[in-house]
């Protein structure tokens, strides 16, 4: 008999499920269930976040089909919307909260399952609720794409289609994505009940999460043993590693908000979302973000920022100011410590010299001098330590004499390692696959016509993109000449 049996009422997905965040009590969010959408269809899924949920073999049925698109209760869990606070892009916003993400609940093995585009929340602040498909599937992709990559994010289990019309900026279709995390607390979460003046339920939190994610805080001598200290550094030592591989891989966010800021580190809330094409630092691939405040080479200054409103949140617990201000201090070292070492791998190097930081900076002056291809360029630096071929990489470059200067003192670094090593290591270390954006405006496109085959194939490029993939070759290329014409902004 199927795991998927159920009555007509109710789906059972085949999962253990457990209290988790809503032992935190009413304070903190609000009951209630999604809002059905009529006619649901698969769109795009995830076997790899299907075992890593442990969901039995026969997963994608008719039922879930319909609970993961809020048309149908799910057997043991009582769907929550939490309440946070935050500043939107650095101006106070007030109260915010999961404004259409709807938590069904948290399996057995720790992990939080979400539908974001389930319909009106209590926060939603005059909003509708609702996803739609276009970003549906960015979200999809590129969460996927990124835990390809090694960097911490949260993952996609599938969207879920349906063809009821959404207002956006035209009329498109609704869709839902189904999200997992191990927890989706943000620090916005904090600030909410600093704000407000809640000391009660702040410590509430923090302690939830202590004990539950960081309890090796609760035994550290660090700060004189102030939990809430150490606390604070291991998330902005967590922040800190994460935007080292950001940078390293050519990723903008394009929207980080507090509210936007996973308390775990992890990459969250894909919105304008953007791999660099030509490598240009001061690139906003946020349409609304007039100002910049979100550039490529202001994320690691941001994510500080951010950090320390953090700290003006948990300082009610910390207790001294000057020690919420000391446990900041990490941030400054772990950064330019771990996009050291991850540029270092870029380049094949397995140990630290004097110059290295040089040799780093150097190269990407010269690719933001000529806007040279971000991920094309070291995929083909990759394969010039293996098979020796230069013309490939230096034909990148304009400027000829410039790139020829640094190569010297590139192969000069590695006169005395061994080629093989240092070529399997870049290989490893500079992706072939990244979710370009008009990759992904095609798959979407297509999508939207009832094809989804372009985005299987993406999701399976992008699950491994350190892969050659052989007869992938054109989703590892140049981008076209209107892809630079693609406007991603806040609704995206």
């Known amino acids: 008999m199927s795991l998927l049996a159920e009555d007509t009422d109710i789906a059972n997905l085949g999962l253990r499920w457990k209290p988790g965040f809503s032992t935190l009590g009413p304070a903190f969010f609000t009951a209630l269930q999604p809002t059905p959408l009529p006619d649901p269809y698969w769109v795009c899924r995830s076997e790899a976040v299907a075992r890593e949920l442990g969901l039995p073999a026969d997963w994608p049925s008719d039922s879930t089909l319909r609970a993961l698109t809020g048309s149908m209760p799910v057997a043991g869990t009582q769907p929550f919307a939490t309440v946070y606070s935050g500043h939107q892009f650095g101006v106070w916003a007030g109260q915010l909260g999961d404004g259409r993400a709807i938590m069904i609940g948290e399996t057995e093995a720790g992990l939080e399952v979400q539908l974001k585009g389930a319909g009106r929340t209590p926060y939603s602040r005059g909003g509708d609720g609702r996803a739609v498909l276009r970003s549906s599937i960015r979200e999809f992709l590129c969460s996927e794409a990124m835990h390809g990559l090694g960097i911490p994010t949260t993952r996609a289990l599938c969207v879920t289609g349906s063809d009821a019309r959404v207002l956006r900026e035209e009329l498109e279709s609704a869709a839902v994505v189904t999200r997992v995390a191990p927890s989706f607390i943000r620090f916005g979460h904090f600030e909410h009940f600093a704000a407000n003046q809640r000391e009660d339920e702040l410590r509430a939190l923090a302690d939830y999460v202590i004990d539950r994610y960081y309890p090796a805080c609760r035994t550290t001598e660090r700060f004189n043993g102030n939990a809430y200290a150490a606390f604070l550094e291991a998330v902005s030592e967590r922040t800190a590693a994460l935007l080292a591989q950001w940078q390293a891989v050519g990723f903008c966010h394009g929207v980080m908000n507090t509210d936007n800021m996973s308390i775990l580190g992890l990459t969250i809330d894909y919105g304008p979302f953007q791999f660099l094409d030509g490598f240009d630092p001061r690139h906003i691939c946020n349409h609304s973000d007039t100002s910049g405040r979100y550039a490529f080479n202001q994320q690691p200054n941001v994510a500080y920022w951010n950090l320390f409103c953090l700290a003006q949140a948990l300082l009610p617990l910390i207790g001294d100011q000057e020690v919420a201000v000391a446990a900041l201090e990490s941030y400054k070292t772990v950064f330019p410590t771990e996009f050291e070492a991850r540029m270092r791998a870029k380049l094949g190097l397995t140990d630290s010299a004097e110059g290295d930081r040089a040799l780093i900076e150097g190269v990407l002056k010269l690719l933001a001098a000529g806007k040279v291809d971000y991920t094309i360029f070291w995929r083909r630096l990759s394969h010039f330590m293996a098979d020796g071929k230069v013309e490939p990489v230096r034909d990148l470059f304009l400027d000829r004499e410039g790139f020829d200067a640094w190569l010297l003192l590139f192969s000069e670094r ?75 902004s806040c609704s995206s």
């Open 414 to 488: 590695h006169a005395k390692g061994q080629r093989s090593q240092a070529a399997d290591l870049m290989l490893k270390s500079n992706p072939k696959f990244v979710l370009r954006n008009h990759l992904g405006q095609q798959a979407i496109e297509a999508s939207q016509q009832k094809d989804n085959s372009g985005v299987a194939v993406l999701l399976a490029l992008l699950e491994a993109p350190f892969e050659e993939h052989p007869g992938a070759d054109a989703y590892a290329g140049f981008p076209p000449d209107w892809a630079s014409t693609i406007e991603i």
